[in-house]
């Protein structure tokens, strides 16, 4: 069954709204069981390979998904994630429009679908991170 015949499992909250959208859509229907944004959504991250250096890079950030013990706290995490990539793809479809957008999650972010490379998935980030940063210098 598709995952937009099911519910978006976090509570509604406007930054994930992009996000959402593309569950409900069925942009993310073909995605693999064990792609990276997948877990997150359905809040199944309980590690990732670079845990150590994600820990870190952000013991001395204010707001951090870190417990005092310096643990991760996977829930917040995903939660911070998603708000972050939502707000970034939503800024990016307002600027190329959302027929491109599409195209980039079903196509780029899927990072090979059922034949899911987390490598290809960090590729996609990262271009997200880049035209996102062209996209706010207007």
């Not at 073909?30 to 997150?40: G, P, Q, R, W």
């Not at 013991?59 to 707000?87: K, Q, R, W």
């Amino acid at each position: 069954m598709k995952r937009s015949n099911y519910p978006f499992p976090f509570n509604d909250f406007l930054p994930m709204d992009f996000v959402k959208r593309a569950w409900e859509n069925g942009w993310l229907d073909e995605f693999a069981d064990n792609h990276f944004l997948i877990m997150a959504i359905e809040d199944a991250l309980n590690h990732f390979d670079w845990e150590h250096q994600f820990v870190s890079n952000t013991t001395m950030d204010f707001f951090t998904p870190l417990n005092l013990d310096g643990t991760i706290n996977f829930h917040e995490f995903a939660y911070n994630f998603i708000v972050n990539l939502s707000t970034k793809l939503a800024v990016m479809e307002f600027h190329f429009g959302t027929q491109q957008i599409q195209n980039f999650v079903v196509n780029q972010l899927s990072a090979g679908k059922t034949n899911y490379s987390i490598d290809n998935f960090f590729q996609a980030l990262s271009e997200i991170e880049i035209l996102s940063f062209y996209c706010r210098i207007d």
